[in-house]
């Protein structure tokens, strides 16, 4: 059974902070998905990363997969209270099509 | 532009009654796939669908719950004589039908169903 471990899995910071969630497995994965979800709805995809050692951005989010494609970060510069929601990273391995979820990092970014 | 539409949003049930959860998938994505979210738990794969075809129910429980991607109409996941124990969100994802390609990796989520048994 491959499993994600995320962390932290609660953070509550100040605005304008900066911060980092990590997503780590003992497994291999052909890509990892970043999502976030707000309550009472569904995630909503935020990225992909495909290749080892690979940086992605997204405005102020900077994403990054591991080089043995085990582990991924996700950083955000200058939070906003815009950015509190659950993010979750997934990911996909081989041939299957069914995602692997982590258990979520909780972000609160406080006014 | 219409996403990922799942109805209802929200069903309650008492004991033993069925639900059916309905799933449209994006425009122009064949592939359908069920999670469930239990209370404090994260997402956990069910079921993997294309048109007509079951591909992978290896996280679908065995009894009860069966889902169905016919050529017409949308996805439905059924679950039959519910218990207290299914009450969650249940959620549908759609990905696009090219593979070997980056964008096949990526499913997009509905808003999800959320089951309360009563």
């Known amino acids: 059974t491959q499993l994600l471990e995320q962390s932290p899995q609660f953070l509550s910071i100040q605005e304008g902070e900066n911060l980092t969630v990590y997503c780590n497995s003992s497994?291999?994965?052909?890509?990892l998905q970043w999502y976030r979800q707000e309550p009472g709805e569904g995630p909503v995809l935020l990225v992909t990363?495909?290749?080892?050692?690979e940086v992605k951005k997204l405005k102020r989010l900077t994403f990054q997969f591991g080089d043995a494609r085990k582990d991924s970060s996700l950083h955000i510069t200058a939070a906003q209270p815009g950015d509190t929601g659950l993010y979750l990273c997934?990911?996909?391995?081989?041939?299957?099509?069914?995602?692997?979820f982590g258990s979520g990092t909780q972000l609160t970014v406080l006014p | 532009n219409a996403g990922v539409m799942q109805n209802p949003r929200h069903l309650v049930r008492r004991r033993g009654q069925e639900a059916r959860l309905r799933c449209s998938p994006m425009?122009?994505?064949?592939?359908v796939y069920w999670y469930r979210q239990l209370p404090e738990e994260g997402l956990k794969f069910m079921v993997y669908?294309?048109?007509?075809?079951?591909?992978?129910e290896s996280g679908m429980p065995k009894e009860r719950f069966s889902a169905e991607f016919p050529k017409e109409g949308p996805s439905i996941l059924r679950i039959q004589q519910v218990v207290r124990g299914d009450s969650a969100a249940y959620f549908c994802?759609?990905?696009?039908?090219?593979?070997?390609?980056?964008?096949?990796?990526?499913?997009?989520f509905g808003p999800g169903t959320r089951l309360t048994v009563t």
């Open positions: 994802a759609s990905s696009p039908q090219t593979s070997g390609r980056r964008l096949s990796y990526e499913q997009y």
């Open positions: 497994s291999v994965f052909s890509s």
């Open positions: 990363v495909v290749t080892g050692g």
């Open positions: 997934a990911g996909l391995s081989g041939s299957a099509r069914q995602l692997t």
């Open positions: 425009k122009g994505h064949s592939h």
């Open positions: 669908l294309q048109k007509e075809n079951i591909i992978d």
